[in-house]
């Protein structure tokens, strides 16, 4: 049995963490609304509960998803407003680039997202006046979906490797994101393929980019966030039609977790450090201070470090107090298990501590899962893993008590502040 504790909007650093993910200047940031805030009425049909790791799970409204949609779309939840000023709407996502989705907006290189709500069902042939969310629940009922479907059921669309499986209207929305050519819309293919196929880059037709590649690089949280803008966007207030959430999992077969998301970030985070020109290095040196090195590495999406001020709210690992813990955890029977499965090998804490960050999986705290981030061992030069690691032995649970930090309620060894 799991025990499920539950977070409510604690997540501010995971959306810190998305934001890491895209050193972009329209970067719409963490979303006002996910700071950690005092619970509003239990369990309302308004709010969606995602995977943080095996255990845990944050709630948030739909309302708030819908908000952070709305500023990777338009880089601001009013894009009226935004129009007024002379500004295009256009966010990280930039679908307003080519997309029509408000009714003021000057855009026509795509088909417009935005139409009637109400329409006459037998007239569906070339539905392009109805809204999005409308047109979704159409597309995949239409002839030339099952075409798609058929066309590429063995081999794959060539461009994503997708095999067209949408069986809801959010589905289909999920996949024309990360699949585009997996439905090309009539009137926006490659020339002379009966618009068949999805435009090339560099056709003059343009085309729909894959929305989880470069250069718009959206990640599966964003992508989540802007399906739920496109499924209420025609019903302001209304957020009855926002099923994104399980339309993602049932489309991928697999549960929707931050924490792999995080993995995606951290990897995607370095990649991009690794391949920039600046002259930032690609690992952590000696001369890193443990507060740059905690946010270089992402230590703090995870854990609360007592003194360091950027952790202050990681939630998915232990609280870092290695002082205390490190000497406790090689005694424990548990450790001890590990040693003698031949995983583990730390006789020391400073072994323990080095042990935890480059062989995450040799022991798993108990109460925790095995969702720390691996790969930290090429992420070190020797001297600085050597800094950071005697940093980390001086915070202990006096340190913890002084920053007024405790123990997260799945750790064993019970609260620190009674
Ligand atoms: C560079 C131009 C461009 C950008 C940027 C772009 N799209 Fe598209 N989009 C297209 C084109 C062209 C099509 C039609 C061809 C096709 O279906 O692949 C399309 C098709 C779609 C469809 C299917 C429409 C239908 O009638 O079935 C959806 C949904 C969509 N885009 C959403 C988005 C969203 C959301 C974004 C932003 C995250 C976005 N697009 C960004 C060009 C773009
Ligand atoms: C994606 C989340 C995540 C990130 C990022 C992460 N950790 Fe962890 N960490 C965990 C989890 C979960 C555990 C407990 C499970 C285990 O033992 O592997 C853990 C365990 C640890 C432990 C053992 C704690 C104890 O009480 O015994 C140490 C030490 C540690 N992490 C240090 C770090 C450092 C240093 C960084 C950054 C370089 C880091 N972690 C980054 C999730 C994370």
Redesign the pocket.
């Known amino acids: 049995m799991k025990n499920r504790v539950r977070w409510r909007l604690f997540i501010a650093t995971a959306w810190l963490l998305v934001s890491l993910g895209s050193a972009n200047a329209s970067d719409p940031g963490p979303p006002s609304g996910f700071i950690a805030s005092t619970p509003t009425g239990e369990n309302s049909s308004n709010e969606l509960s995602i995977n943080l790791s095996n255990d845990l799970s944050i709630q948030i409204t739909k309302e708030d998803l819908v908000k952070y949609g709305m500023r ?2 338009f880089g601001t939840e009013d894009p009226l407003e935004a129009l007024k000023r002379g500004e295009g709407p256009i966010g990280k ?3 307003a ?3 029509k989705m408000i009714a003021e907006q000057q855009a026509d ?3 417009p ?1 935005i139409g009637l709500e109400s329409f006459d069902p037998s007239e569906l042939d070339l539905a ?1 006046d109805i809204s ?1 969310e409308a ?2 629940h159409v ?1 995949i009922r239409e002839e030339r979906y099952r075409m798609y479907k058929e066309k590429y059921a063995s081999k794959g669309e060539p461009y994503s490797g997708f095999r067209p499986h949408a069986e809801s209207p959010g589905e ?2 999920i996949e ?2 990360y699949c ?2 997996c ?3 009539y009137g ?2 490659l020339k002379g393929s009966d618009d068949k196929e ?2 090339i880059p560099g056709d003059k ?5 894959r ?1 989880n590649k470069p250069p ?1 690089s ?1 990640n599966d949280f964003e992508i989540v966030a ?1 399906v739920a803008a ?1 499924q209420s966007m025609h019903t302001p207030g209304d957020y009855s039609k926002i099923t994104v959430l399980e339309d993602w999992e049932h489309y991928f077969g697999k549960k929707f977790s931050i924490t792999q998301l995080l993995e995606e970030i951290f990897n995607e985070a370095s990649r991009l450090q690794d391949n920039s020109e600046s002259t930032s290095p690609p690992i952590a040196q000696a001369s890193d201070t443990p507060e740059q090195i905690v946010k270089m590495m992402v230590c703090f999406a995870c854990h609360k470090i007592p003194g360091v001020s950027i952790a202050g709210t990681g939630l998915i690992g232990p609280l870092l107090i290695m002082k205390t813990n490190a000497e406790n955890r090689i005694r424990s029977p548990e450790y001890q298990k590990a040693v003698q499965a031949g995983k583990a090998h730390a006789t020391s804490p400073k072994e323990y501590v080095i042990e935890s960050i480059i062989d995450p999986a040799a022991f798993i705290v108990p109460g925790f899962a095995d969702d720390m981030i691996k790969g930290f061992g090429h992420k070190f030069t020797v001297n600085a893993l050597d800094r950071f690691v005697d940093f980390l032995l001086t915070i202990g649970e006096k340190e913890a008590r002084e920053a007024g930090m405790d123990r997260l309620p799945n750790e064993k060894e019970g609260s620190l502040l009674q």
């Open positions: 990777i779309i996502g930039q679908c680039l080519c997309h290189r795509a088909p997202l392009l999005i047109r979704s597309r289909y929305l024309s994101l585009p050519g439905y090309v819309v926006y293919g999805s435009s037709s343009p085309t729909m980019p929305i718009i959206l802007v496109l």
